[in-house]
């Protein structure tokens, strides 16, 4: 079944809002794990009950999308955007299959943090948000804005009330920072997701954080310090670590299939999180000019870049990351990567359901619970 590939795709799914649905074979992780299962959905109950297949199937069951780094989509920056504007933003993800997500800040100064964290609350879907930065690695901004970039305060510092902020769920952070290893056990002590990235640490740097409470990379691979055959890094110990969480961005640019492949194969399926980290340039039409974090920036396809041609971040949508995993490693470690692993990370159980046909497009949506699905 890891062999099912989407065929021809579009950028974005078409859906069909219904809440009709007779019984299907579909893909799915049912109760015996991932496989092919009779589904049948309930209406009057909002759920689904699974039997055995009594053919091959036709579709597949997919829990909403859920992202733990996301700064934007559709035009809207968390950084700048008003509540009404993330609302509007959030029903656009739910077309393409979220359920939730954690809106990322971008490193800046603490009063334009605490700004767009006070919109973190805007819609039902943002369960939180991510601070990435300003604690980080002067040698891996990656796009960050490096004059930005803050110490590790050691001491009671301005800092705090967003550190303790109970919607906080999780930082990226330098782990080899002075002041580092106290921020680590703070956070982690009180469930927060301690993410390692933007960072320079060596793989012993790494296993020290991940003893005091680190347990994610974050966008492994990018902005943090590489393999080498006799300092094996940050990235070494993302993949030799089996504890690790890993964040991927798949738009196959940030990270090339053979190196996505390392990954998939030296990780247990449930330490795979599929991130966007998108900007407001994802799902915007190609060629559209956007102002975006003070520079003027040009969307490609599923890529955004500076008008002369460099990278400025991410142009997809976990949509877009879900097709090309399934596409290259197979349904069920998308469906672990975009839905069920970064669910259990952030506490969201499954709600919407998405339902792809082999193609990989989504054809419906259903929402379990007594909301009925309104899109
Ligand atoms: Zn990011």
Redesign the pocket.
């Known amino acids: 079944m890891g062999t099912v590939t989407p065929g021809s795709r579009s950028r974005y799914a078409e859906y069909v809002s219904d809440v009709v649905f007779s019984a299907k074979n579909v893909f799915a992780v049912g109760p015996q794990g991932f496989g092919t299962y009779r589904a049948e959905w309930s209406p009057t109950a909002r759920e689904w009950s699974f039997s055995p297949p009594t053919g091959p199937a036709e579709l597949a069951l997919v829990p909403g999308f859920v992202d733990m780094?996301i700064?934007g989509a559709f035009g809207v920056d968390f950084m700048t955007a008003s509540s009404d504007e993330l609302r509007q933003m959030a029903r656009e993800l739910r077309r393409v299959g979220y359920q939730a997500l954690t809106p990322?800040t971008v490193t800046a100064s603490l009063a334009a943090t605490k700004e767009a964290v006070s919109h973190a609350e805007a819609d039902d879907m943002f369960v939180g948000f991510h601070l990435?930065g300003p604690f980080i690695s002067p040698k891996h901004p990656g796009a960050q804005p490096s004059s930005f970039i803050q110490p590790i305060p050691t001491e009671s510092s301005d800092w705090d009330p967003l550190l303790e902020d109970a919607g906080l769920r999780q930082i990226t952070l330098a782990p080899e920072l002075p002041g580092a290893d106290d921020l680590i056990s703070r956070l982690s002590r009180r469930g927060v997701v301690v993410s390692m990235g933007h960072t320079d640490a060596t793989f012993e740097q790494v296993e020290h954080a991940v003893a005091l409470g680190a347990s994610q990379t974050t966008h492994t691979y990018n902005a943090m310090r590489p393999l080498h055959h006799r300092e094996a890094g940050t990235v070494g110990a993302a993949l030799l670590d089996s504890d690790i969480y890993t964040e991927l961005i798949y738009d196959r640019i940030h990270v090339s299939r053979a190196a996505a492949s390392l990954l998939v194969r030296c990780k247990p399926i449930d330490r795979l999180i599929a991130v966007s980290?998108s900007t407001m340039a994802a799902g915007m039409p190609i060629g559209a000019e956007l102002k975006m974090w003070g520079l003027d920036v040009v969307v490609g396809d599923k890529q955004v870049r500076l008008k002369d041609g460099t990278l400025a971040g991410s142009g997809i949508t976990l949509l877009d990351a879900f097709q090309n995993l399934w596409e290259d490693f197979g349904l069920e470690a998308a469906i672990y990567a975009c839905s069920i692993n970064p669910g259990r990370r952030l506490g969201v159980s499954p709600k919407l359901w998405n339902l792809f046909n082999l193609e990989g497009h989504i054809i419906q949506q259903l929402e379990s619970g007594e909301k009925p699905a309104d899109f």
């Open positions: 780094h700064h990322t990435e980290d």
